[in-house]
């Protein structure tokens, strides 16, 4: 170039190193370089892993769950989840009929397979009547399912018998289906 | 001077009778004599200071004092000395007063200035004075002081201390989450006593008002628990196998009448209130429950099904000298014995509904109360006057409360709401 005064020629010198220093740091900027040597470091590898996101699982067999063969907790269960049906009576009667003692049959021949369960029979009535008497005529219910079940072999320490007379109806309503369906002994978990 | 004595005998002789027809033949008995009430003005109450309140407090002591003295019974009640509601009435006496709240510096302070209210039972119209009493309650307790005061009333002209102070002990809710509640005899100041979540009923107030004997449920099973109620500390009683039901206090309050059926079927037990058995009155096979001591403490009656339904039966102390009440209708059950001792409500079955007798102890002179319109009355108690029942009645559809001057046989309705309440106790004096 014809004419460049040397200071010229020094600006420029200092511009190229400017320009190939500012080159080198925005390549030193890039973290690329960096981490594909450390890949290669077997030492380093295993932290690089951890930051790292993807791994590809190995090609192994899925978990098979356990079949574990678990017996149903009767203690927690409601007995009418594992087949105890209630009994129904005869307005203001509290002895069993035959179609009472067909259901305490199938009743006891569960209840006997499991002794060590505690279940409470309670006895109901309708709403007609008194509190007081109620009370009592829904205890004769459940002391005759309780009774009828020991007949048939049942444990008698795993029946408790209690009585809540008209107070607490399955049904409401003033009429017949509805105080047939509130005159029975029902089985409860205590 | 003979004359002049005479005159003055006669003057007194005749000033006597006044008070003497003012205190009328308080005789309960069950058959519906003519009775004679006493005719009483209630007065507007001066107010000689403090404000809106003082105006309000009179207002509220005038009307409570007014349907006290109704509600007794023994009283025709006016409101002002003449007027279309009052010309029938001729008055024996008045209630006069005054009620004096807290001056106006004493509102600005702020500091808690009493209220002083003072009532005067005058002879009307000669303005004799016959009682007066002064209060200084706090403003929650101004329908007490009227209810005190009418109280005073009460026994002052009929010779009958007055209930205007007693209170209704009750169940309230459905299904197996019933609690009891507590209720002024007027219907004011409904309080809850439990919130166990569970099954509590048949309440029974000790003779001196200081527990409330009830029984409830523990995880299906009965027992029978006393509530203190002054703190409502609530403690176990006994808690047998099976019912532990009916609790009666003996009226000396050392010991209670309960059903337990720990021995097979329901039995009558003498049991303390720390639970020990004392005594067993019953042993049949059938259902023996619901009994209820006599006002002197002697005899009981009970139910029992020994004949195959349930009826009603007396026997002393010891379980003997047992007799039938009842002969007529195949059930009964829930008596009450009267604070009189004379007569007996119970609930009965005719038909397809449970209706409210009265009856003689000697078994005489059976009367029904509760005529159809009442659909299913149960759970009658007596008041401590012998003259008013509450009882619970399903007439509008759930059973409700309802309070009855068995004299007259007029009623009113003493709670509302949504939920049944049932087993009413009345509180003693």
């Given at each position: ?5 040397s200071?010229m ?33 077997p ?11 993807e ?5 192994v067999?899925p ?8 017996a ?8 009418a989840?594992?087949g ?10 509290y002895?069993?009929?035959d ?5 305490l ?6 209840l ?7 279940i409470?029979v309670?006895?109901?009535g ?8 109620n009370?009592a ?30 107070s ?15 005159r ?7 | 001077?003979?004359?002049f ?7 007194m ?21 003519a009775y ?12 000689l200071?403090?404000?809106?309140q ?7 002591i ?6 006290d ?55 009307y119209?000669g303005?004799q ?14 329908r ?24 209704v ?9 019933r ?17 166990n979540?569970t ?10 008002g200081?527990e ?10 009965q ?10 500390e ?7 196998d ?5 609790a ?5 309050g ?24 004392l ?9 023996e ?40 209708s ?21 038909g397809?509904i449970t ?8 078994g ?8 159809r ?19 619970a009645?399903?007439?509008s559809?759930t ?15 003493l709670?509302?709401?949504e939920?049944?309440?049932i087993?009413?106790?009345w509180?003693?004096r």
């Open positions: 170039m014809k004419g460049i005064s200071k020629h020094t600006m420029l010198s200092l511009l190229a190193m400017l320009a190939l220093v500012s080159g080198l740091a925005l390549f030193a900027g890039c973290g690329g370089s960096k981490d594909d040597q450390v890949e290669t470091d030492a380093a590898a295993g932290d690089a892993a951890e930051e790292a996101v791994t590809v699982p190995d090609p067999a978990e098979v769950p356990q079949e574990v063969e678990e149903p907790d009767y203690a927690a269960m409601e007995p989840e594992y105890i049906e209630d009994i129904f009576f005869a307005f203001d009667q002895d069993l009929d179609v009472a003692m067909s259901t049959a199938r009743n006891a021949r569960v006997r397979q499991h002794p060590e369960v505690v409470l309670e006895g109901h309708d709403e007609r009547g008194t509190i007081e008497y009370l005529l829904g205890e004769k219910r459940a002391k005759a399912v309780r009774d009828y079940l020991v007949s048939l072999g049942v444990s008698s320490s795993g029946l408790r018998v209690t009585s809540y007379g008209e607490r109806p399955f049904a409401l309503g003033s009429n017949e289906t509805a105080w047939a369906k509130n029975r002994a029902h089985f409860a978990r205590p | 001077m003979l004359r004595t005479l005159v003055v005998l006669l003057l002789a005749s000033a006597l009778p006044v008070l003497g027809q003012a205190v009328p033949n308080v005789e309960v008995g069950i058959t519906k004599t004679e009430k006493t005719d009483i003005l209630v007065g507007i109450l001066d107010v200071s403090g404000g809106i003082s105006v309000d407090a009179a207002t509220l005038e009307q409570t004092l007014a349907s003295l109704k509600n007794s019974g023994l009283f025709r009640v006016g409101l002002r000395e003449s007027g279309a509601e009052t010309d029938s009435l001729s008055f024996m006496f008045a209630i006069r007063g005054s009620v004096e709240g807290p001056l106006r510096d004493a509102e600005q302070t702020g500091e808690a200035a009493p209220t002083t209210i003072s009532l005067d039972l005058v002879t119209p303005g004075l016959m009682l007066n009493k002064r209060y200084r309650p706090l403003p929650e307790k101004m007490a002081t009227a209810h005190h005061f009418a109280n005073q009333v009460v026994e002052m002209i009929t010779g009958e201390p007055g209930i205007a102070l007693t209170r002990v009750f169940s309230r809710g459905q299904g197996d989450r609690d009891l509640y507590l209720v002024d005899y007027d219907g004011e100041n409904q309080m809850r006593l439990t919130a979540r099954l509590n009923l048949c309440p029974a107030w000790k003779p001196d200081s409330i004997a009830f029984t409830t449920y523990n995880r299906g099973m027992g029978l628990y006393s509530l203190n109620a002054a703190n409502g609530v403690r176990e009683v006994i808690s047998q099976g019912l532990n039901l009916g009666n206090w003996h009226p000396d050392t010991e209670l009448l309960i059903s337990l059926s720990r021995s097979g079927d329901p039995e009558i037990y003498r049991i303390t209130p720390t639970g020990e058995i005594r067993r009155l019953t042993a049949m096979p059938s259902i429950i619901s009994p209820c001591w006599d006002p002197a403490g002697r005899d009981l009656v009970f139910t029992s099904d020994r004949t195959g339904t349930p009826q009603l039966y007396i026997v002393d102390g010891d379980g003997a000298g047992r007799r039938r009440l009842t002969f007529e195949r059930y009964n059950d829930s008596a009450d014995w009267s604070p009189t001792g004379e007569q007996m409500v119970y609930a009965t079955r005719m397809n209706q409210l007798v009265l009856i003689r102890a000697t005489e002179d059976r009367r029904i109360l509760t005529g319109q009442w659909r299913n009355c149960e759970d009658p108690s007596w008041a401590p006057d012998g003259r008013h029942i509450v009882f009645s399903d007439r559809g059973f409700k409360l309802y309070v009855m001057d068995v004299v007259e046989g007029g009623a009113r309705q709670t509302f709401g939920d049944p309440d087993t009413p106790a509180s003693p």
